[in-house]
């Protein structure tokens, strides 16, 4: 089983970057496929981006596609989400989720969600 801690939320002005961590325990990190999914108030959980196990696939939402960036680095466990050019309406707690193998964009079949952290843009 993994275990799952997001870090690096925060309040930035729009326009601005932030970049979220999360880092992974337990066994096995190389062999899931983690993404990110964010809930903003009274709406629903959306996909915002994920990464297979291996790194070479890799799938963003319509909504980041070029403003986000998703990595991984398995030799520390650890996923990121680099947020550039942020808008107001990005503002949502941002979760990360561990998958086996593949990405669901629905976020079915997740084993593991982490706590979330807050992402705030004001304009």
């Known amino acids: 089983q993994v275990q799952l801690v997001e870090s690096g939320g925060g309040l930035v002005q729009a326009g601005g970057s932030l970049r979220l961590s999360c880092a992974a325990s337990g066994r096995s990190f190389s062999t899931y496929a983690m993404a990110w999914f964010r809930q903003a108030p009274g709406k629903e959980r959306e996909f915002v981006a994920g990464?297979?196990?291996?790194?070479?696939?890799?799938y963003y939402a319509d909504s980041v596609k070029g403003r986000f960036t998703i990595s991984r680095d398995n030799a520390k466990n650890t996923v990121y989400l680099q947020m550039n050019s942020l808008k107001p309406e990005d503002t949502a707690v941002h979760y990360c989720?561990?998958?086996?193998?593949?990405?669901?964009?629905?976020?079915?079949?997740?084993?593991?969600w982490g706590q979330g952290t807050q992402v705030t843009v004001f304009s």
């Open positions: 989720a561990a998958r086996p193998l593949s990405v669901d964009w629905s976020g079915n079949e997740y084993r593991a």
């Open positions: 990464i297979n196990w291996s790194g070479a696939n890799i």
